[in-house]
């Protein structure tokens, strides 16, 4: 465990007014600085147990500040692996200040953001992929984004990366024993196995690769596009779906001109819905903007919500609509449900079949749990991974992965073409290098800093 010389503390709750708050102490004079503030049943905390908690009260020149509640671990049994005290008390930020304060005059330092995960990580309580897992699942925004932040943060994936950066290690030192002691001849890996091995490694990380980079949209926010002709209500359903008035809506078409975005949550997935312009001929270089606007849009978008009006029979313009849509899954909105269908549910989809068909009424929120649900199908149908697989959530993590295969496909190369084992070595300790920068067996301080520094004071 590597030796911290001064003890840090910093308030670990949200800003704000709650019903509790935390301070949080890490490092060896934690317990001695606690007791200076603490007044418990207990003569010292220095004689008690570890993972226990303690009621008393904080005080200062014998005024009694808040009552509090005073968590206890110690080193090495501790988020830290150094001594931890976490003081509990009411969550008003002007006391959560005044005790920090009481911590910092006893002889605490405050900490910096992510330092207490960053001494995790220094000694040994967490790699470093396990490390960001802790910022990932802090910040996460939907059940997916937990779900994966927490598989991380069990070291699954750090168990994967270690065992082929292992393999490589091992390679490597079968490849450098011959270079270092060619006079105890020592026989070397038969070409044909040299290649297996290492083809083998690249295909694994390869496959990680291919799923992480699939999986981006359901860890970033799925873009989901209300598409269709002017006048359709989309900005009507946009407001219903969010339950807001965000866009205006007015009887007159093409009140729209510009793509609007809004992030909502369904059912664990992170959603990033988007009202654009009706789709027309453009009349002017304003409505030709926001033609090329929503354009672009749909082409982004996951999936697209093909919104129809249903009080009225389906024209050329939304036929040519829907011919833009057939490489996009889409599902078709039957909206104005409350104006009465024109067209019934069986026609379209016998007119278009396979098309998920939805009717609902903006105005009145008929059909909205409808279109959620056959979103929400059309979503399952995408998800490129099943529940707990490991992915990489990270693009620091995927660019090392994808050097880590430049540099085995080099290596590969090398050993096809019969060039000399220490060719080879060179490529292959590069590439157990990249595995190393993401699990922190080789990283330079510089990232250490650019990566902690990401975190919330306290964390």
């Known amino acids: 465990m590597i030796e911290q010389n001064d003890t840090i503390a910093a308030i670990s709750t949200p800003l ?21 503030i603490f007044h418990s049943s207990l003569p010292t905390l220095s004689k008690a147990k570890s993972h226990t908690l303690h009621v008393g009260w904080i005080e200062f020149n014998q005024e009694r500040i808040d009552q509090a509640v005073v968590g206890l671990f110690r080193a090495p049994h501790s988020y830290t692996g150094e001594d931890v005290v976490e003081i509990s008390c009411h969550g008003s930020p002007f006391v959560l200040k005044e005790i920090l304060s009481l911590c910092v005059a006893k002889g605490a330092r405050l900490a910096a953001p992510g330092e207490f995960t960053q001494r995790a990580y220094l000694n040994g309580k967490l790699d470093l992929l396990q490390a960001e897992a802790v910022a990932d699942l802090i910040h996460s925004g939907s059940k997916r984004a937990r779900q994966t932040a927490a598989h991380h943060l069990e070291g699954e ?4 990366l270690q065992k082929i950066r292992g393999g490589l290690i091992e390679f490597l030192a079968h490849l450098e024993a011959n270079l270092d002691f060619v006079e105890e001849d020592i026989p070397g890996l038969p070409r044909k196995i040299m290649i297996k091995g290492l083809g083998n490694s690249a295909n694994e990380i390869e496959k990680l690769l291919s799923v992480s980079l699939k999986s981006a949209p359901f860890r970033e926010g799925i873009h989901i596009a209300l598409i269709g002709r002017a006048n359709v209500g989309k900005s009507s359903l946009f407001n219903s779906l969010l339950a807001k008035e965000r866009a205006i809506v007015t009887e007159i078409p093409g009140t729209t001109r510009d793509v609007l975005e809004e992030k909502l949550h369904w059912d664990g997935f992170s959603i990033i819905l988007s009202d654009t312009a009706g789709l027309k001929k453009p009349s002017d270089r304003l409505d030709k903007l926001g033609m090329d606007r929503t354009e672009k849009t749909k082409n982004l978008a996951s999936i697209v919500l093909f919104v129809l009006d249903g009080s009225e029979e389906i024209g050329l313009e939304d036929e040519n609509i829907f011919k833009s849509l057939k490489e996009k899954p889409f599902v ?11 067209v019934e549910m069986d026609v379209i989809k016998k007119k278009w079949p396979g098309i998920p068909v939805v009717a609902t009424s903006a105005k009145d929120g008929t059909g909205l749990s409808e279109l959620k649900n056959a979103v929400l199908e059309a979503l399952s149908s995408l998800i490129p991974v099943s529940e707990g697989e490991e992915v990489l959530t990270n693009m620091r993590h995927i660019a090392h992965l994808e050097k880590t295969v430049e540099y085995l496909a080099a290596a590969i190369y090398a050993a096809e073409r019969g060039k000399t084992e220490e060719a080879i070595a060179v490529d292959v300790r590069k590439a157990a290098e990249e595995i190393g920068f993401i699990t922190g ?6 990232v250490l800093n650019s990566i902690f520094g990401r975190f919330c004071v306290g964390k």
């Open 157 to 160: 994936l750090s168990r994967r």
């Open 332 to 342: 078709v909105v039957l909206n104005k449900l409350d104006r009465g269908l024109k």
């Open 16 to 36: 704000g007014e709650g019903g509790l708050g935390v301070i949080r102490l890490s490092g060896p004079d934690a317990l001695k600085i606690t007791n200076q």
């Open 441 to 446: 067996e080789n990283v330079g301080e510089d």
